[in-house]
């Protein structure tokens, strides 16, 4: 298989940077250049000396793209995953960077950003935004610029702001599994100081999954999801913007069901193949409802010389409940139910600006959050249920500071600091409502354990050097860190009060970016080497309650390639690729004072990611146009836990059996589109996803022993398929 991906990224980069990262030009002049924020100002993409993609406009209108739930591989090095049975909680990795697992109280290593605001935390994130002017994604540590969590790397979602002129958009979807979907927006025509827009859609789809015998449900794996969002803009000067937006987003479905592959004892008879199964069989309800909202303030002011002053003040809340059969199948093995609420508080101030040779981005930034689970579980037909809460805050201040100085016309030297200090608390209550031993096992109300601290100063170093307009090559030099805290669902009171470290990552890259054959190919090249101290790595820990603590296990590196490249050979075709690959391996794994880094698999990390797509305007006429578009992406195997390669003891689970398999996904859209109706344009979309119908799984969880060698897994959609009309006026 590494032979035949090998052979066909090779290929199709000598045939075709990424267009999903450009936009083509108007006047069919090769590839149109692309403006964006990776750095908090405005800067053409092929001039950023850091290795970043952007979705364009055109590439997420054609395509429907409304989250990040469908970004996995549209990126070299970026995997984006469903965890378990949460359809709306990503798993995010980039350049092997990731956290396995996404409970409300770890932090991220991906920072998500949604037009400079920070969403916190992965649990219930993927929600839909119906009106997405790009998407950015920025590969590697971003510390200085974007602060803790975003060690790997960050994505930044940026909307369509409101025009003050008349108009809109509204579309239409149907397709197989009874999928509807209708989305709109609305620009209002500006009146006064004051432009007006509304967007948003409502989606809903039959379950992928017939259930059997469940009086709580008869399907699974559906879609329910309302999304909305207000944008005022008012400009009352020429010089200060105010851009207002309320944002709300509901999803309330049938959760992605578990399927059993390998078990003993109680579940054995229910071990299916480690194919996705049409019908199922599980007893407990399994629905899962996620509620976001926010409100967000954006002022600019352009203070002329000093440069643009900026204030992002944000409120974000979450309602989470979600009760999932975790064994998936008729027995009562595993039972669990979740009812969160999280808050979250933010304000940033910066100040862009240019004094001669000089490039200044300088800030502060203020953080804070407070959230609380109940989380009940049962397990063994009841005969061990628990009482579980806990709770949890954060509050961090940061200070950052980043200059690009042109030590020549050609020669650029860039640096930056960023100081973070971040206080943490917490609170946790488990007892015993059945079973023998002790009622209560932990009891550490607010304010019973000293608060963790922490502080980090975050720097980064580029240099780079513009051989001609149309090729220049940095090389960089970043730190990023993800942040410590308590394991809050630990099922012991030292466990919950012992603090794992932040983790840390050292970045080296170097890379060039180029547009050739007069703007008709454009190839960019990354190559990186991550070294990680205090590497945090999710550990399943059976006990009074099934829960994962976080570990510093020791330090890994991680190495790496990116290719990303265009061709544009006629103004009427558009071939893309791009293609990463990697290398992680442990340098020190401690596991119970033992070193065991060579047996012990990077997690989350596929040796190869390409994706490669082609865009031909087959028709084009007085009267419309006519698109084929296709995508292939494919994902290499990877390992879901930091498992044994080879196990030693009987209570061990070998890696190989959570290792998800090679992931091929093929999507097709045929796009007719600018037909002139009266004073408006209409498009009429065909389309398919996964029609090679991938059945392997996507993600595995695996409960050891204690459960009778309890795995299940989890799949990616199968092929669907529809019709999406729409309306531009």
Do not use: C
């Not at 590494?2 to 090779?10: H, R």
């Amino acid at each position: 298989m590494t032979k035949t991906i090998t052979l066909a990224a090779l290929v199709t980069t000598a045939l075709s940077t990424p267009l999903y990262a450009q936009t083509v030009s108007e006047n069919g002049g090769g590839i149109e250049e692309i403006i964006v924020t990776a750095q908090k100002r405005e800067q053409n993409l092929q001039d950023v000396p850091i290795a970043i993609s952007a979705l364009s406009p055109a590439y997420l209108e054609k395509r429907e793209i409304t989250s990040i739930a469908n970004l996995s591989g549209l990126a070299p090095n970026l995997k984006v995953d469903t965890a378990g049975g949460n359809r709306t909680t990503p798993i995010i990795s980039i350049r092997g960077g990731v956290q396995g697992n996404p409970q409300i109280y770890f932090e991220p290593s991906v920072g998500v950003y949604i037009d400079g605001v920070y969403i916190a935390k992965a649990q219930g994130s993927l929600f839909d935004v119906a009106d997405i002017e790009r998407i950015e994604v920025l590969r590697g540590p971003q510390g200085t610029l974007y602060g803790r969590n975003a060690v790997a790397g960050a994505l930044n979602i940026i909307t369509k702001k409101p025009s003050g002129e008349l108009g809109g958009k509204i579309e239409a979807s149907y397709g197989n599994y009874d999928y509807r979907r209708v989305r709109g927006t609305l620009d209002l025509p500006r009146f006064g100081i004051f432009s007006v827009k509304l967007s948003g859609q409502i989606a809903k789809r039959d379950g992928f999954y017939k259930v059997l015998g469940n009086p709580n449900t008869d399907n699974a794996g559906s879609l329910d999801s309302k999304s909305g969002m207000i944008q005022v803009r008012a400009e009352p000067s020429d010089a200060l913007t105010l851009d207002y937006v309320f944002d709300i987003s509901v999803n309330d479905q049938q959760a992605n069901p578990a399927q059993t592959v390998l078990g003993t004892g109680s579940i054995a008879p229910y071990v299916t193949s480690r194919k996705r199964q049409k019908s199922i069989s599980f007893n407990s309800p399994n629905f899962e409802y996620a509620k976001n909202w926010g409100h967000a303030l954006t002022a600019s002011l352009d203070l002329g010389d000093v440069g643009m002053l900026k204030s992002i003040t944000a409120l974000r809340k979450q309602k989470y409940r979600d009760t999932l059969d975790l064994d998936g199948t008729p027995t009562s093995l595993g039972f669990s139910s979740r009812d969160s609420r999280y808050k979250q508080f933010s304000q940033e101030l910066q100040l862009t600006g240019v004094a001669g040779r000089l490039n200044y981005v300088v800030g502060g930034y203020y953080f804070e959050d407070d959230g609380f689970v109940f989380n009940p579980q049962s397990f063994f037909s009841g005969a061990s249920n628990t009482d579980s809460r806990f709770g949890f805050t954060t509050k961090a201040y940061a200070a950052y500071a980043q200059f690009d100085y042109k030590l020549t016309d050609a020669l650029t030297l860039t640096g930056g600091l960023r100081y973070t200090h971040e206080k943490k608390t917490v609170e946790r209550y488990l007892a015993r409502l059945t079973g023998a031993g002790p009622l209560v096992v932990v009891d550490l109300p607010e304010g019973a354990t000293p608060a963790a601290k922490f502080k980090k100063v975050s720097p980064t170093l580029s240099l780079a050097y513009e051989f001609s307009p149309n090729f220049n090559a940095y090389a960089r030099y970043t730190q990023g860190y993800r942040s410590g805290g308590f394991n809050a669902v630990a099922s012991t009171t030292a466990d919950v009060q012992r603090i794992f470290r932040p983790q840390v990552q050292n970045t080296y890259e170097i890379g060039f970016k180029s547009r050739l054959l007069n703007n008709r190919l454009q190839l960019n090249v990354a190559a990186f080497q991550n070294d990680v101290d205090d590497l945090q790595l999710s550990v399943f820990v059976p006990g009074l309650s099934a829960a994962s603590i976080l570990v510093n296990a020791g330090k890994a590196r991680i190495r790496g390639v990116e290719v990303e490249a265009t061709l544009r050979p006629t103004d009427r075709l558009t071939l893309q690729t791009g293609v990463g690959y990697l290398h992680g391996k442990y340098l020190r794994y401690i596991d119970n004072g033992v070193d065991v880094a060579d047996n012990r698999a990077f997690t989350h990390s596929p040796k190869w990611t390409w994706s490669s797509s082609v865009d031909w305007t087959a028709l084009e006429a007085d009267w419309g146009k006519l698109n084929l578009i296709a995508d292939l992406n494919l994902v290499s195997k990877s390992y879901v836990s930091a498992s044994p390669l080879v196990t030693t003891a009987p209570t061990q689970t070998a890696a190989a059996l959570t290792r998800t398999p090679t992931r091929t996904l093929l999507d097709a859209r045929l796009v007719l589109s600018e037909l002139s109706l009266g004073g408006a344009t209409a498009s009429v979309s065909l389309w398919g996803k996964n029609l090679l119908n991938e059945k392997d799984p996507n993600f595995f969880i695996s409960y050891g022993a204690n459960f009778q060698n309890l795995i299940t897994a989890y799949f990616p959609d199968p092929r669907t398929y529809g019709v999406t009309l729409g309306l531009r006026f």
